[in-house]
């Protein structure tokens, strides 16, 4: 409190700043001087935050998205929320009750990780899983999870971990290892309360429930990759999804086209089209063994010959047409 001016200290000061006595540049000067610097950049300046890590969930959410749809057989949307870093302690603090927590090690990695889903987020994968519509709210039901219930979930976070290996893959080579299955965060002590965790929050929608999913990972447990996450190199990579790609070579040429074959060309006045009548002929501009365009998808593609094959009409395939244009 003795540092506190009293009224009548206050009114010498103003006085002596209203007289020139005290310049004011030259006291915010050496107060300027006084502040040190603040490098962003520094690791111990800006600890708790790992660069390029999102890109890492990137791929997951690529693998997961396709994995979890053919495992609930319904459309899957996983989107990220965002990063953030906390004191394990008051991550703890944030999550809802109840939820579904996944103590999990990344081998070789030193220390714990976990992954957590909000109560929204496992009542509409059980009640998928089991047979249910998954469109019901559950934003009511908060009751604590049952063992059946969360032996299915312990299913359903080994199969996240599966793709969040591959997500890794192209960085580092790691194990993901489920090491137990929780519903009560206060029986959670992957670090100390005061060390700092790494979490990223992903939206998952099933049908028409949303819910949560949180990866939270030790600064410890980055560390030892961090040079590798800060430099990059190895995310080239992760670009193109070489499962992915033959999935969708895969799909194309299971794709349906509609082939059309051009036999010719005849223009007949309005008049002659009303007086047509069932049995009469209508001369077309090419011979029969001219060849015939072949259209697929509207594309002119090849040109072929008109026949007759195991009793149906059929063209054989000759040549290739002069693609866009018109033969």
Known sequence: MEKILSKEEIDALLLAV????????????????????????NTSANKGSVPNLDIIYDSFIRYHRVSMSNQLRKIVEIKKVGARHYKFDDFLMTLPSPVCMGIYKIEPLKGASMVTMDNNLVFAILESVLGGTGTRSMSDNSRMFTSIEIKIMQKIVKGALLDMEKAWAPLHATKMNLLRMDINPRLVNIVPPEYQVVTMELEIQIDDITGSMVFAIPYMTLETVREKLKNGAQFDMMGVDPEWSKRLSSELTEAPLEITVEMGHASITLKELLNLEPGDTITLDKDI???????????????????????NKAVQITRYSNRGVEL
Do not use: C, H, W
């Open 18 to 41: 209203a007289d020139g006595q005290i310049d004011l540049d030259k006291e915010l000067f050496m107060e300027r001087n006084s502040v040190s610097n603040y490098d962003l950049t």
């Open 289 to 311: 063994r001219s060849g015939l365009l072949v259209k697929v998808a509207g594309v002119n593609k090849y040109m072929g010959l008109p026949g007759i094959q195991r009793g």
